[in-house]
């Protein structure tokens, strides 16, 4: 389907690919890792033909239909959340224009041709609002958002209509760029159950583990400029990583040792006339030597000592009788909740059941109707949103937010913790004016990380974050003796993260103390909701 033989690409003076070879055939899920800035969006970009490497072969079979998900997206025009997942307004358009040109051009038996006329066909579907409105059901949309313009809707909520619009096209090769950035659990479940029995290839850009452990059966790693293929899902890989890097540094030792005693041989024997022939021979077998170079260590992630807040009551936070509406909207009435202190509770329900309200009403950010809300004793409250932005100094840079946040964290543990959450070399010293969304946000996620609060509450905290860097967050918060309430799709994180949990559903709480896996003992892996959102 998919093969891509002896590439190289360069960017500038750098360069990202060198001889590297891999490919994808029909029905596989495979998943393309590698550190940030090697090349993975760059070689979806060659896949595409949106760009033309220095020199290699991209093949793909004549038949071969590739849709693409890109990170980002937003809305043109009035186009309705419904017009966006059939792609009757932009889509179905441009692809009409483009049969047409090429019909013109005498070329109705080009690859373009037949891949155009086959995404003209999906999408001309008499079925495709059925089609449709399914896929944007099982990733969040209810029944009444459908005729909704799109441009009133986040950047993340058009990219669930967008990924809604290819799935209804099944192409023969998906590319997904960070599906799951913009999804939260009951969507990302249910994306996860989607591309299991997807019929055709998956290639996907991931920062999720655990979606990736349960969709992919091949790893592709990009690293030293090449393509290194592993079996399995991306557990199998790290194991088969580690097993590669331990043969490959015992390889280098040993002929280390050899060229060492060779070479020991030369030195005494180089002047000894009944030893100089031997020398010379073995010094011509040390330069015959195809020299095997010292192995990089496989990255881990980076590990600090987080700073212990100051000790809370033992009940940290409580809510009363809390009535919370949005207009007509009635979010909870007669809400009731009790959290103690050194909990670590993740918030679960479907999309709209008042998860990030709830986080809202917890951190004292939107006011109530009726009710109480009851700080413990000594209560140091964090609220982590997605949208931070006002909380720094615009004419800070980096390492100075940082150290405003801490005052007695030496500079070199700063800089080492901002390296871990992506800001390197020169990043640390950018103002923070100028950094991206997802900038901004890591680095809100460090100054709570260098002066924790005693109550923790993060909306998403993962978003953004490369899987390294995920795991340096998990290693902190297991070490954080504080309360944290959380939000998150990173199952893996929730894993590893949560003690207790809270299933939030049509305004009503239901608490399960005992972790993710014995919530998902309890209630069946939430199959009811999932049946539901699969349900055309």
Do not use: C
């Amino acid at each position: 389907m998919l093969i891509i033989r002896d590439l190289k690409i360069t960017l500038g003076a750098r360069t990202l690919f060198e001889n590297a070879s891999f490919s994808v055939n029909y029905g596989e899920r495979v998943a393309l890792v590698g550190a940030n800035g090697t090349g993975k969006t760059t070689l979806f970009s060659i896949i595409l033909k949106q760009r033309e490497p220095d020199s290699g072969t991209v093949e793909r079979d004549e038949w071969t239909m590739v849709g693409y998900l890109p990170q980002e997206g937003e809305a043109h025009g009035d186009e309705t959340v419904l017009d966006v997942a059939t792609g009757r307004v932009d889509e179905l358009p441009a692809l009409e224009k483009r049969l047409h040109e090429l019909e013109k051009l005498g070329q109705v038996s080009t690859p373009e041709y037949m891949e155009i006329h086959a995404k003209h066909d999906k999408l001309n579907d008499p079925q495709v609002d059925v089609k449709a409105k399914k896929m944007l059901r099982g990733l969040g949309y209810r029944d009444t958002d459908f005729e909704r313009k799109a441009k009133e809707m986040s950047g993340g909520w058009i990219m669930r209509a967008r990924l809604a619009r290819l799935l209804v096209m099944e192409p023969d090769l998906l590319l997904l760029d960070e599906p799951t950035n913009h999804l939260d659990l009951m969507s990302l479940l249910w994306l996860q159950d989607y591309l299991k029995n997807y019929s055709g290839a998956v290639l996907l850009i991931s920062h999720d583990r655990q979606f990736m452990d349960e969709v992919v059966g091949q790893v592709h790693e990009i690293s030293d400029k090449k393509l290194i293929a592993y079996t399995g899902n991306y557990t199998d890989y790290l194991r088969q990583r580690e097993e590669r890097y331990e043969q490959q540094l015992a390889s280098y030792k040993n002929q280390q040792k050899e060229i060492a005693a060779l070479q020991e041989f030369v030195s005494r024997f180089r002047s000894v006339t009944s030893k100089a022939s031997q020398a010379m021979s073995k010094l011509k077998q040390i330069e015959r030597m195809e020299l095997i170079e010292q192995p990089q260590a496989p990255k881990k992630p980076f590990r600090f000592q987080i700073p212990q807040p100051p000790r809370g009551g033992q009940r940290a936070v409580s809510l009363e009788g809390i009535h919370m509406a949005y207009g007509p909207n009635k979010v909870y009435a007669g809400l009731d909740l009790t959290v103690e202190r050194g909990e670590r509770t993740v918030l679960v329900g479907p999309n709209g059941a008042g998860k990030s309200t709830l986080l809202k009403i917890l951190a004292g950010v939107v006011p109530f109707q009726k009710g109480e809300r009851d700080l413990g004793h000594n209560a140091k409250i964090g609220y982590f949103s997605q949208h931070r932005a006002d909380t720094l100094d615009p004419e800070r840079n980096v390492l100075e937010e940082v150290i405003a946040s801490a005052p007695l964290l030496p500079e070199n543990e700063a800089r080492g913790i901002l390296g871990s959450f992506l800001f390197r070399k020169d990043d640390i010293f950018k103002k923070t004016a100028v950094l991206s969304g997802g900038e901004k946000s890591r680095l809100n996620l460090v100054k709570f990380l260098v002066d924790p609060p005693n109550l923790l509450l993060m909306d998403e905290p993962t978003t953004h974050l490369d899987i390294h860097t995920v795991e340096s967050l998990t290693l902190a918060l297991e070490r954080y003796e504080g309360t944290l309430i959380f939000i998150s799709h990173d199952v893996h994180f929730i894993r590893q993260i949560a003690t207790k949990v809270l299933h939030v559903n049509a305004g009503q709480i239901t608490p399960y103390s005992g972790g993710y896996e014995y919530f998902l003992e309890k209630t069946g892996g939430m199959a009811d909701e999932r049946a539901a959102l699969t349900a055309a």
